[in-house]
């Protein structure tokens, strides 16, 4: 499905059924810049100056819920986080956007620092995000950072019933920072239809029990009419998870559970990316000038290019992906002076210590291994630890020889996607570890355990091997199965399903 079929279809679908998006990530972030007086030779004395940018963050959510939200008009609630934020939004939070087209209403929720640090570091990344990725990192239960993330479920549950007035609606939630939010607003509005989509794994029963608000955040979310994971494995933890906890009677030929008279379906929607914008015959490029230009600028030489783009985070695996690249350069040494690594790892929640202590972990294994292995004329690990454009992003994905996609626990991952997508040339390959939502449909991979280091190794060593003629005929069938199943059909059998759940209502 298209960007142009989505919207056609989900704007002819909801009439004038109100849609409002529910995420913590904002669609638009306004950024405030001030230019001091006296910095600049004319404007010795003068006052400050103060100049308001925008910008749209590089989200596989907002590319896909934009321009549905352009053409159906309906509002997005959202942490107003960006410094310009305030400046640039009327009393209630209001703003219009986008900022040079305005069609719709981004309603911006303000946190004090206290919330943001017991709700967004705390409770939704400190312990439901550990929780519900298996990676060893054990959750932190916080009763003061519990008390905010209700009270800040609650400023945002308020904010939509607002916004919803007295018209029919469509809510669609979004992820582990508002697992309590679906009852809330359910409670006030039954006529509206509550969605969600869990953007991260849903652990199995055993480990999920451990959670102190367990009770609660199953209630919460059993407040939606429809609740998506990416795959049926985390729909059947949750059914599983439901079933164990609370009193409750699970359809297992419906994929529902019924509880107080309500009905909570629970179903896959495996989210993906939008190919073109990862598609560098769609954006003009010239394929053999770009790769030669980025391989310059890395200074790889006539190497081969592995590379890994992450978020910093414990659960992509870095750490162990460069444990398995060492290794290799142990075990097979014809490879040194031959293969360059390089890791680019986007700075994220760097305030939480564990984030904080993994930069220094992989920075610390990329200079033991440089000392180690490194030469006059080759360093084996280039580490980026900034963020990265889309472009830059794509150019690197263009020049790899291989990328390593190595999470010990992952929904989808959409990285794996992205490059599939930008080798127009039907070479290159993909490393995947089998613990991602990504590795069920993409079956040409050489899948890898992280865990396994030397299994990891020799599958590094394999990618490096294999022959043109195979990559082309892996690459293929991965390209088909990624371009025919785009972010626009996520987002379209989502709403599609919600709009027929609203039908049901009338
Ligand atoms: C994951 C989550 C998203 C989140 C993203 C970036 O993909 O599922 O909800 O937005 O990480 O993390 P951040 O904490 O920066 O929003």
């Not at 993330?149 to 508002?178: L, M």
């Not at 929607?269 to 003009?284: E, H, K, R, T």
Request: hydrophobic share 40%.
């Amino acid at each position: 499905m298209t960007a142009a079929a989505l919207v056609s279809d989900v704007v002819a679908r909801l009439g004038d059924t109100r849609l409002v998006v529910v995420a913590n990530r904002e669609p638009y972030v306004h950024v405030k810049h001030v230019r001091q007086p006296g910095l600049v030779g004319r404007m010795v004395g003068r006052k400050a100056t103060t100049r308001f940018s925008w910008m749209q963050p590089a989200s596989g959510l907002v590319t896909a819920l934009d321009p549905v939200m352009r053409a159906c008009g309906g509002t997005w609630v959202a942490h107003g986080s960006g410094s310009g934020d305030r400046a640039t939004s009327d009393a209630a939070g209001r703003v219009a956007v986008p900022p040079d087209e305005p069609s719709y209403t981004l309603r911006r929720v303000w946190l004090t620092d206290r919330e943001e640090e017991g709700y967004y570091y705390g409770l939704a990344n400190s312990a439901l995000w550990p929780l519900c990725h298996i990676a060893y990192a054990r959750p932190v239960f916080d009763e003061h950072d519990w008390r905010e993330y209700v009270e800040v479920n609650r400023r945002f549950a308020d904010t939509v019933i607002d916004e919803i007035g007295d018209k029919r609606a469509i809510v669609f939630v979004q992820d582990y920072h508002f697992a309590l939010l679906p009852r809330m607003v359910k409670a006030a509005r039954p006529d509206a239809v509550v969605c969600q989509f869990w953007h991260i794994p849903w652990p199995n029963a055993e480990a999920f029990r451990i959670c102190p608000w367990g009770d609660e955040i199953l209630d919460g979310l059993l407040g939606n009419d429809l609740l998506a994971f990416h795959i049926q494995y985390h729909c059947n933890n949750f059914l599983e998870t439901v079933d164990r906890t609370l009193e409750a009677r699970i359809d297992r030929e419906h994929f529902a559970v019924h509880r107080g008279g309500h009905r909570t379906y629970v179903k896959p929607f495996p989210i993906s990316i939008d190919p073109g914008l990862w598609n560098s015959v769609a954006s003009g490029r010239d394929w053999t000038r770009d790769v030669a230009a980025t391989r310059k600028r890395l200074g790889v030489g006539e190497a081969k290019l592995v590379m890994g783009v992450d978020r910093l985070d414990y659960t992509k695996g870095i750490p162990e992906r460069l444990q398995a690249f060492e290794r290799m350069l142990e075990r097979w040494p014809e490879w040194r002076e031959r293969v360059v690594f390089l890791q680019i790892g986007a700075p994220t929640r760097d305030r939480i210590d564990r984030y904080h202590a993994l930069g220094e972990e992989v920075k610390a294994q990329v200079d033991r291994i440089n000392t180690r292995f490194g030469t006059k004329a080759w360093t084996p690990v280039l580490f980026r630890h900034e963020h990265h454009s889309p472009e830059e992003v794509g150019a690197i994905y263009r020049a790899a020889d291989v990328c390593v996609v190595s999470s010990l626990h992952d929904g989808m991952n959409l990285v794996a996607k992205e490059f599939i997508a930008a080798r127009t040339d039907e070479l290159g390959v993909l490393v995947l570890s089998q613990f991602t939502g990504a590795a069920r449909a993409l079956a040409d991979v050489v899948p890898v355990n992280p865990f396994a280091p030397d299994e990891f190794a020799a599958a590094i060593d394999d990618s490096l091997r294999l022959a043109p003629d195979e990559q082309r005929r892996r690459m293929r069938n991965l390209r088909a199965e990624v371009l025919s199943h785009t972010v626009y059909d996520w987002a379209g059998t989502l709403l599609s399903e919600a709009c027929r759940l609203a039908d049901v209502r009338r």
